[in-house]
């Protein structure tokens, strides 16, 4: 399996701020686009951004202006800097590699955002 690592998740009060973590594999780093993605409970997966390999970045209308992609390309690292949370952002993120708009990788456990009062 090619297996990602999400971390830099906890629980935030609305209108905070969180960073978040991706290790995915170096090899693939290099040639294909990443995507961060959330579950929330009880809904189905969505993709919230997406980085190619030349930087170009994509956001979801629900985060765009919000959140922000990017990847250090010397650690081999995926980053996604969410400020001005709201509940609405109360989910699993994800990590994966994205080619034609599918994912390539396998779906690891994720980490956890909770915003709440």
């Known amino acids: 399996q090619v297996q990602l690592v999400e971390s830099g998740g906890g629980l935030v009060q609305p209108g905070g701020s969180l960073r978040l973590s991706c290790a995915p594999s170096?090899?693939?780093?290099?040639?294909?686009?990443i995507g961060w993605y959330r579950q929330a409970s009880g809904k189905q997966r969505e993709l919230v951004a997406t980085i190619t390999r030349g930087g170009t970045t994509k956001y979801a209308d629900f985060v765009k202006g919000r959140f922000t992609i990017s990847r250090d390309n010397g650690k081999k690292m995926l980053y996604l800097q969410m400020n001005s949370l709201v509940p609405e952002d109360t989910a699993v993120y994800y990590c994966?590699?994205?080619?034609?708009?599918?994912?390539?990788?396998?779906w690891g456990q994720g980490t956890q955002v909770a915003v709440s009062a």
């Open positions: 170096a090899t693939m780093f290099s040639i294909y686009t």
């Open positions: 994966n590699f994205r080619l034609g708009g599918a994912e390539l990788g396998s």
